[in-house]
């Protein structure tokens, strides 16, 4: 049974950067072909893309987080990182952590239970 968990600070102030983990079990992040993403949920809105690692340790943005955003992997931890640069308000949310398969399309089999994040001074 793949599992993942998602850990790190639950409150950040503005302009500072935000890392969480995600701790994966019962699965290698070196497994081909998946990759382990990360999504987030602002307050009353729909889920948002953020970006992955692949198997192979390539990395992919959403376009409108790209320059903010920063995806790693500790291959010996078993561990995906994600870090949020220069945050604000807005990026208060809910952060999963997700295995990314592929059959022709993307598809998201195994989730974290998310973390809540809140930005504020």
Known sequence: QVQLQESGPGLVK??????????VSGDSITTYPYSWGWIRQPPG?????MGATTYGGSTHYSPSLKSRTSISRDTSKNQVTLQLSAVIPEDTAVYYCARVGWKGTY???Y????TQ???SS
């Open 14 to 23: 503005p302009s500072q950067t935000l890392s969480l983990t995600c701790t």
């Open 117 to 119: 994040v809140t930005v």
């Open 111 to 114: 989730w974290g239970q998310g």
């Open 45 to 49: 809105k729909g889920l948002e893309w």
């Open 107 to 109: 598809y998201l089999d």
